[in-house]
């Protein structure tokens, strides 16, 4: 990794993301890492959001020199009603379309409010993590500093074999709207515009829109926390306990969590094993019919939803991790089982596609509803009998995290390595674009 160079100011930086919680999770959460890691690292940060995570961040920063770094973005008339108009419809149309324009009002908002921090605070860098979406207008442009976007991720779809499971209208909105969010970049040019963008995967590096100019990086969307997910202990397996396969995420169509169960039916009846699902979400109940129809009920364990610091410690004391996930841009449960010592067994698409490795665990190719669910039997039954490919696998992972950029502290310098980059970049163009405007002068 390039040494991130020392200068006589801090680096001044305004990070933009409507949303900074730990509440709402995910994409959300992640800023909150960006706010402590860079602050560390001696960042000067500013940071733009939602005024609908005011009150967390007030509990969350009782020191007012940490919380009036927090400027608010207030939600106007207009965004109401086309969010809730949007909650009529497939939640991928809603996610394309509905939420996009709300989007675009709040960044337009927000715009105003960067433009006048950049002047207040004399910032060198504007800095967009989220929204994560690599088609999503971005109104951060002509801002006079460099902007750098990302980790960008998604631009995935299913597997072809499992396209079934978005619906003809949700297709067709989703085609439509990729082909013309190309026109609307032309009318609001941030993605194009921008010094630097970074990718998750290469997916999504070929859905950013047509005419990117800036420098593209690839640096993975997610990260792993190493002070919750630590290495575990590898233990001696006892022949005379079940071995404990373990699932962590939302119960959603497109996790692929009724495939595994299908799968676990194979490896009941050829193994001694249970399948523990962390978790929850719409498909819970569905998931446990299921559970009964096919006569697991003593095999497998609904555990609800966990905290990080719980869920750690639960996963440390399974044997396998299995991702199903269909559509998964990045993974990070995926990332944090390696990170623990668990081999995983994961679908071979998007995201685990990128960051498992044969060393770790088992890809299974989802190429047929029938491949699929026998891949991940098989994939299963080889780790339920092998404790010590398992051990193998399961070294491996921590090891693979730290010397990958997939762990915060090491995904953050490397983020500010880019920062320093793209400054030197303008610098050099400024200089350039001067020395030849001086010399056409001379000629003149």
């Known amino acids: 990794m390039t040494t991130i160079q020392n200068t006589q100011k801090p680096l001044r930086v305004i990070l933009v993301a409507e949303n900074v919680s730990r509440r709402m999770g995910g994409e959300s959460g992640k800023n909150l890492y960006y706010f402590h890691l860079f602050k560390e690292r001696g960042i000067d940060l500013q940071i733009v959001c939602h005024a609908r995570v005011r009150d967390e961040l007030r509990q969350e920063f009782p020191d007012d020199e940490d ?10 008339w207009l965004q109401k009603i086309i969010w809730r108009t949007g909650k009529l419809f497939h939640y991928r149309i809603e996610d394309l379309i509905f939420l996009q324009m709300v989007h675009w009002v709040t960044q337009t908002r927000g715009r105003k409010l960067v433009k006048a921090l950049i002047k207040d605070k004399d910032i060198d860098i504007v800095f967009q993590p989220s929204l994560i979406t690599p088609k999503g207008l971005n109104f951060m442009y002509n801002l006079g500093i460099p902007v750098v976007l990302g980790p960008l991720a998604g631009g995935v779809d299913f597997p072809p074999a499992f396209r079934y499971m978005d619906s003809k209208s949700a297709i067709v909105s989703v085609t439509l709207g990729r082909l013309f969010s190309n026109i609307l970049h032309q009318f609001v040019p941030g993605k194009l515009k921008a010094e630097s963008l970074i990718v998750a995967n290469p997916l999504t590096r070929k859905s950013l829109p047509i005419g990117c100019k800036g420098k593209i990086y690839e640096v993975i969307e997610c990260g792993v926390d190493l002070d919750i997910w630590q290495p ?12 404990r396969f373990v699932y962590l995420g939302r119960f959603v169509d497109w996790k692929g969590i009724e495939f595994l169960i299908d799968a676990f039916k194979q490896v009941n009846q050829q193994t001694n094993a249970v399948l523990e699902l962390v978790g929850d979400g719409e498909l819970r109940q569905t998931l446990e019919n299921l559970v009964t129809d096919l006569g697991l009920e003593n095999n497998v364990n609904f555990c609800g939803w966990m905290k990080r610091e719980q869920a750690s410690k639960f996963l440390s004391e399974c044997d396998v991790f299995v991702m199903p996930s269909l559509r998964e841009a990045g993974g990070n449960a995926v990332l944090e089982a390696m990170a623990l010592g668990l081999p995983v067994v994961a679908t071979k698409w998007a995201g685990p596609a990128n960051t498992l490795h044969p060393d770790c665990g088992i890809w299974v190719e989802p190429t047929s509803i029938e491949a699929f669910v026998n891949g991940l039997a098989q994939a299963m039954i080889k780790l339920a009998n092998s404790p010590e490919l398992r051990r193998q696998m399961g070294e491996a992972g921590p090891k693979r995290v730290r010397t990958n950029y997939f762990d915060w502290d090491s995904k953050v310098d490397k983020i500010i390595e880019i920062f320093y980059e793209t400054l030197l970049r303008k610098s050099q163009s400024q200089k350039s674009w001067q020395t030849g405007n001086l010399t056409t002068q001379n000629y003149t």
Not at 67 to 76: L, Y
Not at 232 to 243: M, T
């Open 67 to 76: 919380f009036n770094r927090f400027h608010f973005i207030e939600d106007n």
């Open 232 to 243: 575990r202990e590898q233990r001696d397996s006892n022949p005379d306990e079940p071995v």
